[in-house]
């Protein structure tokens, strides 16, 4: 674990989650549901990698096994912490495990459901403070109230109760109890998709804005190619539990080397009423993580496939500075990317 990049905060390995299928009267297991299947990507400090895929890829679910919120079947986490010490999640004990969840935090998607209805603001924002023992008394009320200001929120509101905020505040909070621990990695699960879209705008701003103040990481899920766009530095694109390809923002969304890749940037909307989408409409349906296709997953529902892609199952080659794709002919096909639609 020594051999860790010093250039990254998160090294994600063969990341794997597995749900039995059980039935009979004895729960015999018949199956597994692939949730996460061999998933490997890393972060660099003070980066944003986003995360996209449809409904059910499995992108929470992966989001949750890094930070050992669900454990996974198999796969190694390698994360720096804050003295420097490069720790494998999946390895470490209840305790170590503990300590270096201040280091690590989750920002849910619903503000709504993810806030103690009968807790105040100050004990909300402070108990990830007292299970960790690291405040008390005065210094955690004040500590509270700065992370209030810190997310735009007027401090002398501690003692309201959440139903007394809007869903963009409520967001707020929910962020100011992700910092309240010092982290350096934060995973925003679909962060500000239960917004409006003008509180969604300000939401990112203030993440952009923390990330830059506090040299935060983020691992950024969503559906909203727009919000990905904007927020990530790098993406990664998840197909039934697999990452299919990972580059940088701006190469991913103008040259696309995977063929769902090309129809997910064809459903991003064109801001221009003039313009008309030329929208890829893929034949079939998902494929079923508990019962996949042989080869490469995506081939039922592809337009380029052929007899190779039934059979064989293609690897993350590179393609390109940092480009990566797991396409039997990435790199061949002429794929349009978001601007040329």
């Given amino acids: ?15 794997k989650k ?3 299928i059980k039935k009979g009267f004895l729960q015999k ?3 597994y549901v692939k949730a996460v299947d061999d998933v490997q990507f890393h972060i660099r400090p003070g980066e944003t990698f986003g995360l996209v895929g449809e409904s059910g890829c499995g992108k929470t679910t992966l989001g949750r096994c890094i930070l050992r919120a669900i454990e996974p079947s198999s796969g190694s986490v390698l994360f720096r912490d804050r003295e420097g010490r490069v720790r494998d999640v999946m390895q470490l004990e209840a305790g170590d495990l503990r300590a270096i969840r201040r280091d690590m935090q989750l920002i849910f998607q619903d503000p709504y459901s993810s806030l103690n209805p009968r807790m105040t603001v100050l004990n909300i924002i402070a108990e990830p403070l007292v299970c960790n023992g ?9 500590r509270v109230a700065h992370l209030m200001e810190l997310v735009g929120l007027n401090s002398r509101h501690l003692e309201r ?5 809007s869903g963009g505040q409520r967001q707020r909070i929910g962020i100011a109890r992700a910092l309240a621990t010092e982290p350096k ?10 917004l409006d879209v003008s509180v969604q705008a300000q939401i990112i701003n203030l993440l952009q804005d923390l990330q830059e103040k506090l040299g935060l990481s983020y691992l950024f899920i969503s559906h909203d190619l727009g919000v990905i766009q904007h927020i990530s530095n790098r993406v990664g694109v998840m197909y039934v539990g697999k990452m299919v390809e990972t580059a940088t923002t701006q190469t991913l969304f103008a040259s696309p080397q995977h063929p769902y890749t090309e129809a997910l940037l064809s459903a991003k909307p064109v801001p221009d009423p003039r313009r008309k989408s030329n929208r890829i409409i893929l034949s079939g349906e998902v494929a079923n993580p508990a019962n996949p296709p042989s080869g490469c997953y995506f081939h039922p529902r592809c337009p380029y496939a052929k007899d190779k892609c039934k059979t064989e199952a293609p690897g993350m080659r590179q393609v390109g500075d940092g480009h990566f794709a797991a396409c039997h002919f ?3 096909l002429k794929l349009k990317g978001a601007s040329g639609l």
Avoid: N, R, W
């Fill in 1 to 15: 674990m020594t051999d860790m990049s010093a250039q990254l905060v998160l090294d994600v390995q063969a990341m």
């Fill in 18 to 20: 597995y749900f039995p």
């Fill in 29 to 31: 297991t018949v199956g």
């Fill in 134 to 142: 690291m405040l008390h008394g005065a210094e955690l009320k004040e």
């Fill in 161 to 165: 109760y959440p139903h007394a905020f």
């Fill in 185 to 194: 990695f934060i995973v925003c699960d679909e962060a500000v998709s239960a």
């Fill in 330 to 332: 990435a790199g061949e």
